[in-house]
């Protein structure tokens, strides 16, 4: 069992960044790709970035590029999202999820724990 806790979601202008941070605990010995994934009212969830267990290999939603860096610490099991020039779309519960896989997916069936999810807003 792997067990995920995000923070750092909140209150944001259009324009500003955010930082949001996701700590593993548990079975955190075996190695696993991170994905965020966000999801808006009404809306199916969706992926938002991800990365590969050595950090080597990123991907990110096409709506995200250029303004979104997902990082991660495996000495500290952490992955990060750092959200750049947050526009009012970017609204919604962002998700930290952990892969069955070393190597960066973007599949949201091949992510089998979750985080209960932090919140973002973008007024505008």
């Known amino acids: 069992q792997v067990q995920l806790v995000e923070s750092g979601g909140g209150l944001v202008q259009a324009g500003g960044s955010l930082r949001l941070s996701c700590v593993a605990s548990?079975?955190?010995?075996?190695?696993?790709?991170m994905g965020w994934f966000r999801q808006a009212p009404g809306k199916e969830r969706e992926f938002v970035a991800g990365?590969?267990?050595?950090?080597?290999?990123?991907g990110y939603a096409d709506s995200v590029k250029g303004r979104f860096t997902i990082s991660r610490d495996n000495a500290k099991n952490t992955v990060y999202l750092q959200m750049n020039s947050l526009k009012p779309e970017d609204t919604a519960v962002y998700y930290c999820?952990?892969?069955?896989?070393?190597?960066?997916?973007?599949?949201?069936?091949?992510?089998?724990?979750w985080g209960q999810g932090t919140q973002v807003t973008v007024s505008s």
């Open positions: 990365i590969s267990w050595s950090g080597g290999d990123l």
């Open positions: 999820a952990s892969s069955r896989n070393i190597g960066l997916t973007l599949k949201k069936i091949d992510y089998d724990y």
């Open positions: 548990g079975h955190t010995s075996s190695s696993r790709a």
